[in-house]
């Protein structure tokens, strides 16, 4: 059960502790809050921790010669920074990550940007053979202040009806 959902819109509602299947809903949208201001350390190590080495990422002469004149937040960062946000909302109680589909990136992530997400459900259905849970697919986008859009992606998840997530149970 969602303990909250508070609705801020027509459609619109703000995060909480994850859903069960029953919960979703296709056409509602979800803003994950709080947002994330992205740091020079956030870009830096998870770069170097991913072994990239692009220096368009880290090294801020190189940056200064390009066509953004400074460093770029890696994208897999951003990528994986977006998803975290979404997490306690559209997949907290999730079983499994199905896939992910359609990821786009029409605008640069800077370091100082501040990320904002929200998700829109654009399908459900049970699942044909696990009659306890069920497969949602959302649309999620992410805004940096001002609200230019800087990533989007499909993911779809398998999630348990209710009375059969892990934290239905009361000993885990």
Known sequence: ???????????????TFGRYYEDFEIGHIYEHR???TISEADNTWFTLLTMNKHPLHFDFEYAAKSEFKKPLVNSAFTLALVAGMTVSD???KAI??????DIRMPAPVFIGDTLYAESEVLEKRESKSRPTQGIVTVRTTAMKQ???????????ILVPKRGHAVDDKADY
């Open 90 to 92: 559209v997949s907290q």
């Open 34 to 36: 709080p947002g994330r």
């Open 1 to 15: 059960m969602v303990q909250t959902a508070k609705q801020v819109g027509p459609n619109r509602y703000r995060e």
């Open 146 to 156: 001002g609200g230019t859009v800087v990533m989007s992606f499909q993911r779809t």
């Open 96 to 101: 499994a990550n199905l896939g992910w589909t």
